[in-house]
C-alpha cells in the first residue's frame, strides 16, 4: 500500500484530487491545453477560480460582506501584508503568543509598526492557550491576531475567544477547513495553502470588506488587500495551477459531506492518537488537553535515545515524516483532512508494538 504521510507542510492531499489533477493534466475538459497553459484572463481558468471561490465560500459559508482573496507568497508574506493593510502608523494591533508562528507573526508585525503582546504562555512553554480571562486587550487596537493552531507546538483554540468589537484575525495555516468557523466572528482569517487546501506558495485570504485601506500605507500593490479585492486577486497572474488544485480540493470536501463531516473524522482521528499516547506511560504528549490540536500531534518516548530507531522502524512500516519539528525535537504526526483514520490506526498499532519491544 501507499506509505502514510505525516508530514506538517507541504502535506498529504486527497488520493482523489491527485487522481483527477494527473488525469485532467495535459487536456482539461477536452481544451487540449493544461490549466497550467492556459490564459488567466481566458473564460476557461476564470471560470474555475470562480468555481473554486464559489466552493470555499459554501464549504465555510462566508458571507456577503467578506472578500476571498487567492494570493502568492504564503504565510510569511501575509505576516507582513496584513500588519502593513491593517496596522495604521499611529496606531497599535494585539497579538496573542501561543508558540513559534505567532512569535513569528509578531516579530514580522513589528516591521511596520507597534505591536502590544496582549497575552503569552511562553511561561507554560507554550504548552496550553493562555486563558481568556488574563488577556490584557487594548480596545482601540487596529486589530486582535492569533494563531489559531500553532503547527509546531500542537496548540490549537478550540472556541474562538470574544475580543470585543476588535476586529479579530486569524492565522489558520494548519486548521483551515478541518471544521467549520464561525466567518462572521474574524475580520480576516488567512493561511497558507500546503496543509489542507493544495500546493505551496498560495494563501488564502478571507476579510471583511470595511477593513482593507484603513491602513493606509505606501505597499507594493499585490500587497493590498483593498486593491486585490478589486481585481479578483489578478493585478497580476496568480498562481493558477495551485488555485486549480486548491479548487478541486474543495470540491472533495463538498463530496464528503462538507465541513462537518470533515470535524467529525478529524476529532476521531486525533481521539484515537491522543487515547493511545496518554494510555502509556512510553509515550507523552506535553499540551493541556482542553488545547491539544486536532491537526498536529507532537509527542516524546520516555527514552530520547532510540528516537533514531522509532522512526527506522516507522518507515519501514510505510509510515512517514514523524520526526518533529528541528526546534522542538521529538516527533509530530501531522493529521491533516486527507489522512485517512487507517494511517493513524497504523500508527498507534505501531506506537503499541514499538513500545511492546523496546520499552
Ligand atoms: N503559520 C503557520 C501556523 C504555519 O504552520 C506556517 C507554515 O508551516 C506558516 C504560518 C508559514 O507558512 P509559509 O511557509 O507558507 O509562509
Same mark, same amino acid.
Given at each position: 500500500?501507499?506509505?502514510?504521510?505525516?508530514?506538517?507542510?507541504?502535506?498529504?492531499?486527497?488520493?482523489?484530487?491527485?487522481?483527477?489533477?494527473?488525469?485532467?493534466?495535459?487536456?482539461?475538459?477536452? @481544451?487540449?491545453?493544461?490549466? $497550467?497553459?492556459?490564459?488567466?484572463?481566458?473564460?476557461?481558468? $476564470?471560470?474555475?477560480?470562480?468555481?473554486?471561490?464559489? #466552493?470555499?465560500?459554501?464549504?465555510?459559508? &462566508?458571507?456577503?460582506?467578506?472578500?476571498?482573496? !487567492?494570493?502568492?507568497?504564503?504565510? @510569511?508574506?501575509?505576516?507582513?501584508?496584513?500588519?502593513?493593510?491593517?496596522?495604521?502608523? #499611529?496606531?497599535?494591533?494585539?497579538?496573542?503568543?501561543?508558540?513559534?508562528?505567532?512569535?513569528?507573526?509578531?516579530?514580522? /508585525?513589528? %516591521?511596520?509598526?507597534?505591536?502590544?503582546?496582549?497575552?503569552?504562555?511562553?511561561?507554560?512553554?507554550?504548552?496550553?492557550?493562555?486563558?481568556?480571562?488574563?488577556?490584557?486587550?487594548?480596545?482601540?487596537? /487596529?486589530?486582535?491576531?492569533?494563531?489559531?493552531?500553532?503547527? &509546531?507546538?500542537?496548540?490549537? !483554540?478550540? #472556541?474562538?475567544?470574544?475580543?470585543?468589537?476588535?476586529?479579530?484575525?486569524?492565522?489558520?495555516?494548519?486548521? &483551515?477547513?478541518?471544521?467549520?468557523?464561525?466567518? %462572521?466572528?474574524?475580520?480576516?482569517?488567512?493561511?497558507?495553502?500546503?496543509?489542507?487546501?493544495?500546493?505551496?506558495? *498560495?494563501? *488564502?485570504?478571507?476579510?471583511?470588506? #470595511?477593513?482593507?485601506?484603513?491602513?493606509?500605507?505606501?505597499?507594493?500593490?499585490?500587497?493590498?488587500?483593498?486593491?486585490?479585492?478589486?481585481?479578483?486577486? $489578478?493585478?497580476?497572474?496568480?498562481?493558477?495551477?495551485?488555485?486549480?488544485? +486548491?479548487?478541486?480540493?474543495?470540491?472533495?470536501?463538498?463530496?464528503?459531506?462538507?465541513? @462537518?463531516?470533515? +470535524? %467529525?473524522?478529524?476529532?476521531?482521528?486525533?481521539?484515537?492518537?491522543?487515547?493511545?499516547?496518554?494510555?502509556?506511560? !512510553?509515550?507523552?504528549?506535553?499540551?493541556?488537553?482542553?488545547?491539544?490540536?486536532?491537526?498536529?500531534?507532537?509527542? @516524546?518516548? /520516555?527514552?530520547?535515545?532510540?528516537?533514531?530507531?522509532?522512526?527506522?522502524? +516507522?518507515? +519501514?512500516?510505510?509510515? $512517514?515524516?514523524?520526526?518533529?519539528?528541528?526546534?522542538?525535537?521529538?516527533?509530530?504526526?501531522?493529521?491533516?483532512?486527507?489522512?485517512?483514520?487507517?494511517?493513524?490506526?497504523?500508527?498507534?498499532?505501531?506506537?503499541?508494538?514499538?513500545?511492546?519491544? %523496546?520499552?
Amino acid at each position: 500500500r501507499k506509505p502514510f504521510n505525516f508530514s506538517a507542510g507541504p502535506a498529504v492531499l486527497p488520493e482523489a484530487v491527485l487522481a483527477r489533477a494527473a488525469s485532467e493534466m495535459s487536456d482539461w475538459h477536452g @481544451t487540449g491545453m493544461s490549466v $497550467m497553459e492556459m490564459s488567466h484572463r481566458g473564460k476557461d481558468y $476564470m471560470g474555475i477560480q470562480a468555481q473554486a471561490e464559489a #466552493d470555499l465560500r459554501e464549504l465555510l459559508n &462566508i458571507p456577503s460582506g467578506y472578500r476571498v482573496l !487567492f494570493l502568492a507568497g504564503g504565510a @510569511t508574506l501575509q505576516f507582513a501584508a496584513l500588519a502593513l493593510n491593517l496596522l495604521p502608523e #499611529d496606531g497599535s494591533a494585539d497579538y496573542i503568543d501561543t508558540g513559534i508562528w505567532s512569535s513569528k507573526a509578531i516579530g514580522e /508585525a513589528q %516591521r511596520f509598526g507597534t505591536v502590544r503582546v496582549a497575552a503569552s504562555s511562553k511561561d507554560s512553554g507554550y504548552t496550553r492557550v493562555p486563558d481568556r480571562n488574563d488577556w490584557n486587550l487594548d480596545p482601540n487596537a /487596529a486589530y486582535v491576531h492569533l494563531c489559531g493552531n500553532e503547527t &509546531i507546538g500542537g496548540v490549537e !483554540f478550540h #472556541d474562538t475567544p470574544d475580543v470585543g468589537r476588535v476586529p479579530l484575525v486569524v492565522d489558520a495555516s494548519s486548521h &483551515i477547513l478541518s471544521r467549520p468557523m464561525d466567518v %462572521r466572528r474574524y475580520g480576516m482569517i488567512y493561511g497558507g495553502a500546503q496543509k489542507n487546501i493544495g500546493p505551496a506558495g *498560495l494563501s *488564502l485570504v478571507i476579510i471583511r470588506e #470595511d477593513l482593507p485601506g484603513r491602513a493606509r500605507r505606501a505597499m507594493p500593490s499585490i500587497l493590498d488587500y483593498g486593491k486585490q479585492a478589486e481585481n479578483d486577486s $489578478m493585478i497580476n497572474t496568480p498562481p493558477t495551477y495551485a488555485i486549480y488544485l +486548491a479548487g478541486l480540493v474543495f470540491q472533495w470536501l463538498k463530496d464528503l459531506g462538507g465541513l @462537518t463531516e470533515m +470535524a %467529525r473524522r478529524n476529532e476521531a482521528k486525533a481521539r484515537l492518537l491522543y487515547d493511545a499516547l496518554d494510555a502509556s506511560s !512510553f509515550y507523552s504528549n506535553p499540551v493541556a488537553p482542553e488545547n491539544r490540536s486536532w491537526m498536529n500531534v507532537p509527542f @516524546t518516548l /520516555a527514552d530520547a535515545s532510540l528516537d533514531a530507531e522509532f522512526l527506522k522502524g +516507522a518507515e +519501514a512500516r510505510g509510515l $512517514m515524516n514523524l520526526k518533529g519539528h528541528r526546534s522542538v525535537g521529538g516527533m509530530r504526526a501531522s493529521i491533516y483532512n486527507a489522512m485517512p483514520l487507517e494511517g493513524v490506526q497504523a500508527l498507534v498499532d505501531y506506537l503499541k508494538e514499538f513500545e511492546r519491544t %523496546r520499552a
